[in-house]
């Protein structure tokens, strides 16, 4: 087994603390000239968690491991692993989960807002 190092060890413990399925949960560690890269290779179906909402979890995450990484002298970054065609298939499981009333009546500007016709119709 490789050897571990601080860095490596802090990500997966948090990262697995995150998930729903920790044990699908493996960084690689490589080192450069620019610094030491962390891939971070999790499950599909906790990718969300990981990254979270506009990426603020994984921002955190990248934040604590530069401040591990300067204990060290080391300029660490993170790379969150996204096997090919990962995304296109998250889209489509999501087009054919999405409501059937949705695809029937499109949008418009302005939906769900009280018009003055609306209160008119009620007297007000």
Do not use: W
Not at 28 to 36: L, N, P, Q, Y
């Amino acid at each position: 087994m490789a050897e571990k190092h601080n860095d490596q060890e802090f990500i997966e413990y948090v990262v697995k603390c995150i998930v729903n399925h920790p044990d699908d949960v493996k960084a690689e560690r490589t080192v450069d000239e620019r610094g030491v890269l962390i891939t971070l290779h999790i499950n599909q179906e906790d990718m969300g968690y990981v990254v979270g909402r506009q990426g603020q979890t994984a921002r955190a995450l990248r934040t604590l491991l530069k401040i591990v990484g300067a204990k060290d002298n080391a300029r660490v970054n993170l790379k969150i692993f996204e096997p090919e065609g990962a995304r296109r298939e998250h889209q489509a499981a999501r087009a054919a989960a999405a409501p059937i009333a949705s695809a029937e009546a499109p949008k418009t500007e302005g939906e769900g807002l009280v018009t003055d016709e609306d209160l008119a119709d009620l007297g007000i």
